[in-house]
């Protein structure tokens, strides 16, 4: 059973790093796009980054720079790098898997059909 889970989450000053795991287990990666999604308190919740399996990519201009995506093949896992945290960044991080095979990198929910259960990033002095 295809399951989706998040790690890296935590509390950091700003200025400073933290990198997101999306790990997936029973479920090969190498084929789908993932994406990258965040819901701040009060908010609607917005797109961060994707990545296609073809190595296209695409981030929300609030993060362009700072927030590189990656995947392992190997280990079926995709990773956020997040750099030079501000505390608007401070939110509770989703990763998601698109839901049909060499799709598009794109940040539109309805194009992720299966969601990890999240992991808060609190940017904090």
């Known amino acids: 059973q295809l399951q989706l889970v998040e790690s890296g989450g935590g509390l950091v000053q700003p200025g400073g790093s933290l990198k997101l795991s999306c790990a997936a287990s029973g479920f090969n990666l190498d084929y789908y796009a993932i994406g990258w999604f965040r819901q701040a308190p009060g908010k609607e919740r917005e797109g961060v980054s994707c990545?296609?399996?073809?190595?296209?990519?695409q981030y929300v201009d609030s993060v362009q720079g700072r927030f590189p995506i990656a995947r392992d093949y190997t280990k079926d896992t995709v990773y956020l790098q997040m750099n030079s945290l501000k505390p608007e960044d401070t939110a509770v991080y989703y990763c998601?898997?698109?839901?049909?095979?060499?799709?598009?990198?794109?940040?539109?929910?309805?194009?992720?059909?299966?969601w990890g259960q999240g992991t808060q990033v609190t940017v904090s002095s």
């Open positions: 990545l296609s399996n073809t190595g296209d990519t």
């Open positions: 998601a898997i698109a839901g049909r095979k060499d799709w598009y990198a794109r940040l539109f929910e309805y194009d992720y059909e299966r």
